[in-house]
C-alpha cells in the first residue's frame, strides 16, 4: 500500500539500557510523547535511531514491537537503507511483513557508487516490495552526493518512491528536484534549521531530529509553515534556533540523546563508537531547552 508523508516525522532516536540493549519502556515513553504531541509520523532505525550499530535482529524486533505497539496511531517507517543491495532488500520486506507503513532509504556509504550505481540500487529495492518508499541523501554520512536527476529518475522509473530526505543543505539542489518533480514525488527536508525555506519552496515537510524533544513546538513551526503563517513559523524558528544548532555540537545522536536524558525520559546510554555526552554538552543542552522554555 502507498502512503504519502505530509509534515513532520521524527527520526526517533532509540533508548538503550546500561548492558547495550534497547530499553524498550523507554521507547514506548518516546513513542506516546511523539503521538501525544501530535507529530504526523514517526521514523524508526533512522540515523539518528543508531541503525549503524544495530544487528539485523535488534532492528526486526525494533521495528515489530515499535508496530505494535503504536498500533495504527500514526504511520511507521522504518529505517532499512544500508551499503548493500541485498541486505537492504531482506530488511526492507522484514519491515513491510512487521507492519510499516513506509521505508526510509539512506544512500549508500562507504562504497561510493556511481549515479548510475545509484539509480539501480534505489530500483532494485523499490521493486522488491509493496510500499512507499523514501530516498535519503546525506552526503556529510555517505561521502556521495546522490545529484537532481539521478533522484528524479528514480522516482520517474518507480512510482512507489514518493519522497525524497534532503540533508544536503544545498537549497538549489533541493529546488531543482521540486521544480521538477513528478507528480507523486515531494521532497521532505532532512535538516531542521532549512525546515521553512524548502517548505516556502514547495516542499512538503520534513523528518526531524529536535522534534524528538519538541514534537509540538517544532511540528506548530512546519504546520504554519505549510498553512503559508510564514510570521509564526519564523517566531518559533528563531526561538528553536540555538537548539538546531546545540544538535550538532557533537555528532547525531549524541546532543539529542543528552537532550532527552535532561529531560528524564531515557538514560544516557549511547553505542560505541559514538560516547555519551560531554559535561560541557550537557551543561549547554540544559541551557538552550531553559531558554526554549522546554526544560
Do not use: C
Not at 14 to 40: V, W
Not at 208 to 213: C, D
Not at 235 to 246: G, N, V
Amino acid at each position: 500500500m502507498i502512503h504519502r508523508f505530509v509534515g513532520t516525522g521524527t527520526a526517533l532516536v532509540t533508548p538503550f539500557l546500561s548492558d547495550g540493549t534497547i530499553d524498550f519502556p523507554a521507547l514506548y515513553r518516546l513513542l506516546d510523547f511523539q503521538i501525544d504531541n501530535e507529530i504526523e509520523y514517526i521514523v524508526i532505525g533512522g540515523s539518528t535511531g543508531e541503525s549503524a550499530t544495530m544487528s539485523l535482529v535488534e532492528k526486526e524486533v525494533l521495528f515489530k514491537k515499535s508496530i505494535e505497539y503504536v498500533a495504527g496511531r500514526r504511520p511507521i517507517i522504518a529505517g532499512t537503507g544500508s551499503n548493500d543491495t541485498r541486505a537492504t532488500i531482506e530488511l526492507t520486506k522484514i519491515a513491510v511483513s512487521s507492519g510499516a507503513d513506509g521505508i526510509l532509504l539512506v544512500s549508500p556509504f562507504y562504497n561510493k557508487p556511481t549515479q548510475k550505481g545509484l539509480i539501480e540500487h534505489f530500483s532494485a529495492i523499490a521493486q522488491s516490495a509493496d510500499t512507499s518508499f523514501i530516498l535519503y541523501n546525506v552526503p556529510g554520512r555517505t561521502a556521495s552526493n546522490m545529484l537532481p536527476e539521478t533522484q528524479l529518475a528514480i522516482a520517474e522509473a518507480n512510482t512507489n518512491v514518493i519522497a525524497t530526505k534532503e540533508a544536503s543543505a544545498d537549497l538549489e539542489q533541493m529546488m531543482e528536484i521540486i521544480r521538477s518533480a513528478p507528480a507523486h514525488f515531494t521532497l521532505l527536508a532532512g535538516d531542521d534549521s532549512l525546515t521553512l525555506p524548502i517548505i516556502a519552496s514547495g516542499g512538503t515537510g520534513t523528518i526531524s531530529v529536535i522534534s524528538n524533544y519538541a514534537p509540538k513546538q517544532f511540528g506548530d513551526l512546519v504546520r504554519a509553515s505549510i498553512a503559508g503563517d510564514f510570521t509564526k513559523a519564523r517566531e518559533i524558528l528563531y526561538t528553536l534556533l540555538p537548539l538546531m544548532k546545540a544538535n550538532f555540537i557533537e555528532s547525531n545522536p549524541i546532543p539529542v540523546k543528552a537532550a532527552l536524558q535532561l529531560m528524564g525520559m531515557i538514560g544516557s546510554i549511547i553505542r560505541l563508537p559514538l560516547t555519551p555526552a560531554t559535561e560541557q554538552t550537557l551543561n549547554s543542552m540544559k541551557k538552550a531547552l531553559q531558554d526554549a522554555y522546554i526544560l
